[in-house]
C-alpha cells in the first residue's frame, strides 16, 4: 500500500505531482509520503491490538529526523544500534523509555549514553558484552535493563548478508549460551532482566520461520521463570518484508494475531522492530535520464542517480521496480540496463529490464526506496547525497537538502605547503 499514484497520466506523490517536485528541488531526490508512513505505522500497531506491545521502528531503515518526528508523534518507540541513532531519536521528540538498542558491537561510551537517559533496554549480543555492560552499569551507580538477543537457529530464507539466526551469524547468542547469560545477569545488581530478544533476518516473505523462532524463545523463557528469573517483554525483532514487484508478502494481520497470542499466553510485552515494512514503499527516488547508448549487445539508460545513492541492486541484487513518471502508453518496449555514472560495472538500477523506451531527459521513479536507501547511501565518487522530500497532500517539505560541494571536503585538511616543498627538495 502506499500513496504513488499517476493522474492524469503523471506520477504524483499524494497531491504532488513529481515533475513540480524535480523543478523545485532537482534531481536525484528521495520523495516520501507521510500519509504512508502513517497508514503502515497503524498497520502494525493494529496488528498487534491483541496483547501489550511497543513498536519499535527500526532507525536504520530511515533515520531522516522528520520520519522519526513523525513517528514519534503517533507513539513509536524506536530500535536503534548506534548512539548517532539516539541522539536522532532524542533530538526528533522520541520517548528514551520506548527505545531498544541492538548491535553486535556497541562502545562503553555508547552503553552509558543509552544507560544515562534511560532507555527501555539494551539488546545484549555476547557474554562480553554482558560483562561490559555491567561495569558501566556500575561505574554509573545504575542497574541496566537487559535482554539477549538469542539466535533460535531459524533459517529465515532470505538473501544471505540479511539472514541473521543461523549458528553462522555474528548476531546473538546461542540458546544454551543464552541460560548462563541469564542467570548471571539475574545475580548482577547493576543488571535488570526485562526481556528476551532475537532477530532472524530482513525481508522474510514467510510467516513459518518468524512463528519457530518465536516459539523457541518462548521455551527458553518458560525455563528460566522455572529458575525464579523474571521475564517482562519478548521482542520479536523486524524482518516483515514487502513486495518490490508483485512477490507474495506476509500480512500483517496474519502475523500480528498470531505473535500478539503468543505474548499474551506468555504475559509478555511484546515488541516489534519493523523497519522495511513502515518506510520501504512509503518513498521512491525520483531520477532524470541524462542519456541513452547501445553497443553490439545492450542498451542502456544512463540516468543521474547511481549505487553511492542506491546500493540495493549492487549490494542484494534487488529488484526495484522502474516507472517513467509521464506515462506514454503507446511506446515501444525495449530491453535496457539502467546505470547510474559511477565508475563500476556494480553500478545499476535494473537490468536486462523490459521498459518503455525512455528519453534523455525525462523523469523516472525508483519505487520502493523509503528504507535502506538514502540511509545506506555514500559520497563515493565525490557525488553529493540526494535532496529528501517529505509531501503530505499537496504539499511538499525539503526534510534533507541536497548536499553542496563543500559538504564533501568538509573536515578535510591539506598538508602545510611548507612540508610539501621541503620532501621534493631532499
Ligand atoms: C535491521 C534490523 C531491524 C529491522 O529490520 P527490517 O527488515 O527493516 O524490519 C530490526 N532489528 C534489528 C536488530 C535489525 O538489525
Redesign the pocket.
Known amino acids: 500500500m502506499h500513496h504513488f499514484h499517476s493522474t492524469n497520466g503523471i506520477l504524483h506523490a499524494e497531491g504532488v505531482p513529481l515533475p513540480r517536485l524535480a523543478a523545485e528541488v532537482g534531481t536525484p531526490t528521495y520523495v516520501y509520503s507521510r500519509a504512508t508512513f502513517e497508514r503502515h505505522y497503524r498497520v502494525i500497531d493494529q496488528a498487534l491490538a491483541g496483547v501489550e506491545h511497543t513498536v519499535c521502528y ?1 532507525v ?2 530511515n533515520p531522516n529526523l522528520a520520519v522519526l518526528q513523525l513517528l514519534a508523534s503517533l507513539g513509536s518507540g524506536f ?1 536503534i ?1 548506534s548512539v548517532g541513532e539516539l541522539r536522532r531519536v532524542l533530538l526528533a521528540g522520541g520517548d528514551p523509555r520506548k527505545i531498544v538498542f ?2 553486535v558491537g556497541k562502545r562503553d561510551d555508547e552503553i552509558a549514553a543509552a544507560l544515562s537517559v534511560g532507555i527501555y533496554c539494551l ?1 545484549v549480543e555476547s557474554a562480553e558484552e554482558l560483562a561490559r555492560t555491567e561495569a558501566v552499569a556500575r561505574r554509573l551507580g545504575t542497574r541496566a535493563p537487559i535482554a539477549l ?1 538469542v539466535n533460535p537457529e531459524v533459517d529465515a530464507q532470505t538473501h544471505a548478508y ?1 539472514s ?1 539466526g543461523l549458528k553462522t551469524s555474528k ?1 546473538g547468542v546461542t540458546m544454551a549460551e543464552a541460560r548462563d547469560l541469564y542467570r548471571r545477569a539475574a545475580a548482577s545488581p547493576h543488571l535488570r532482566v526485562v526481556g528476551v ?1 532475537s ?1 532472524i ?4 516473505l514467510q510467516l513459518d520461520p518468524m512463528i519457530e523462532a518465536v516459539a523457541r524463545v518462548l521455551d527458553l523463557v518458560e525455563l528460566l521463570r522455572a529458575e525464579g528469573i523474571p521475564f517482562e517483554s519478548l521482542d520479536i ?5 514487502i513486495a518490490y514487484r508483485d512477490e507474495p508478502t506476509v500480512s500483517p494481520f496474519e502475523w500480528g494475531p498470531t505473535v500478539a497470542d503468543l505474548a499474551r499466553r506468555h504475559g509478555l510485552h511484546l515488541l516489534t ?8 514503499n512509503a518513498g521512491l527516488l525520483l531520477t532524470r535520464v541524462l542519456g541513452t547508448k547501445r553497443n553490439d549487445s545492450k542498451s542502456f539508460v544512463i540516468v543521474d542517480a547511481a549505487m553511492n545513492d542506491l546500493i540495493r541492486p549492487a549490494l542484494y541484487s534487488a529488484h526495484h521496480s522502474l516507472v517513467p513518471v509521464l506515462e506514454a502508453p503507446d511506446r515501444r518496449i525495449a530491453k535496457v540496463d539502467v546505470v547510474g555514472p559511477v565508475c563500476e560495472s556494480g553500478d545499476f538500477l535494473a537490468r536486462d529490464r523490459d521498459l518503455p523506451e525512455l528519453r534523455t531527459g525525462e523523469l523516472i521513479a525508483v519505487l520502493g526506496c523509503g ?2 536507501g538514502q540511509s545506506m547511501a555514500s559520497n563515493y565518487n565525490s557525488r553529493t547525497r540526494a535532496a529528501e522530500v517529505m509531501v503530505h497532500g499537496d504539499t511538499h517539505t525539503v526534510v534533507r537538502a541536497r548536499e553542496t560541494l563543500d559538504d564533501l571536503w568538509r573536515g578535510e585538511a591539506m598538508l602545510q605547503p611548507q612540508a610539501l616543498w621541503a620532501e621534493s627538495d631532499a
Do not use: M
Not at 533476518?201 to 522474510?204: E, L, P, V
Not at 525483532?237 to 518484508?241: I, K, M, N, R, S
Not at 522492530?273 to 520501504?280: C, L, S, Y
Open positions: 527500526s536504520k531503515a530500535d544500534v541492538s548491535g539488546n538477543r540479511i541473521t548476531f530478544d532477530h533476518g530482513s525481508q522474510i525483532g523486524g524482518g516483515l518484508g522492530e519493523p523497519g522495511r515494512v513502515i518506510a520501504g528504507a535502506y
